[in-house]
């Protein structure tokens, strides 16, 4: 795949949802815009890339170079079941989808997901992405 181009209002939503860990609804805000809109540009960017969702887009951001990884010199270790989780995350799937991929009920990937959050220090399923790619879990 060939880097994709991003516009600049298309960066600053990947830089707030992934880099700061921004909810959708708090880029709205911040971007001076409506949550719909923060959809759209989301919906976008994922079709243009070929991407399943929110989450296994930015990972194929990230891949390609697209948006920007500050480094972090932390290492943050991961049990394997959150490695997995995190996996399972970066392809866009859903909690029921992760339930049935792992062969674990859902309550479990819920409590497996806060686990995962905990030690990425992170906010949003979107920011966990983007933290497992700063800690070196994802590449």
Known sequence: MARPYLSVREME????LGQQGATK???ATAMGITTH??????????????SDGTCNALHLLISEGAVPVEPNNRRIGL????????????????NPEIAARTGSSVP?????LKNLYRALDANTRVHA??????SGHLT
């Open 79 to 94: 049990r394997p079941e959150l490695r997995v989780l995190l996996a399972e995350l970066s392809r866009g799937f859903s």
């Open 129 to 134: 992405i983007y933290r497992g790619h700063q």
């Open 25 to 27: 609804a708090q880029a």
């Open 37 to 50: 809109t923060v959809k759209r540009h989301l919906g976008r960017v994922a079709k243009r890339i070929g």
């Open 108 to 112: 479990q990937v819920q409590y497996g």
């Open 13 to 16: 939503l990947f830089i707030l």
